[in-house]
């Protein structure tokens, strides 16, 4: 703010403005709110894969798990699970690649939303 009511104030010496018109840029500038900062970028590496999963009846499940371990996890355990019976249903019909690219190509937001027929909901967030 300091700049900008220099800025004015240079524009009034150089006569390119009057006191009047300048009193009135400096209240403004003086009534609007400070920029807020922002935060500092978080490296991909430190990042978290968050999961909700929220059921019309109620049940709901918040799952964190951070970026570098989804990485190694999907790498390896996807293999291992396809070959355990009770495991295979569960993860034939998780599109691995899609999550693997994500990663890799350092994706952020939102890459999963669904919504089923009876209104339960499952979002998948890199943040």
Do not use: C, H
């Not at 609007?32 to 935060?39: A, H, L, V, W």
Request: no cysteine; aromatic share 4%; glycine share 4%.
């Amino acid at each position: 703010m300091k700049d900008e009511i220099s800025r004015v104030l240079t524009l009034v010496e150089e006569g390119k403005i009057d006191k009047e018109k300048a009193s009135e840029l400096i209240n403004v500038l003086q009534s609007k709110p400070e920029r807020e900062t922002f935060k500092k970028e978080v490296p991909y590496g430190n990042k978290m894969l968050k999961v909700r999963v929220n059921s019309e009846e109620g049940d709901n499940v918040n799952v964190n798990v951070p970026i570098n371990l989804v990485k190694a996890v999907l790498k390896v355990g996807t293999n291992i699970a396809e070959k355990i019976p009770e495991a295979e249903k569960y993860v034939k019909d998780i599109n691995i690649d899609l999550l693997i690219e994500a990663i890799e190509n350092e994706w952020e937001g939102q890459i999963v939303d669904i919504t089923s027929a009876n209104g339960d909901k499952v979002l998948v967030v890199i943040e």
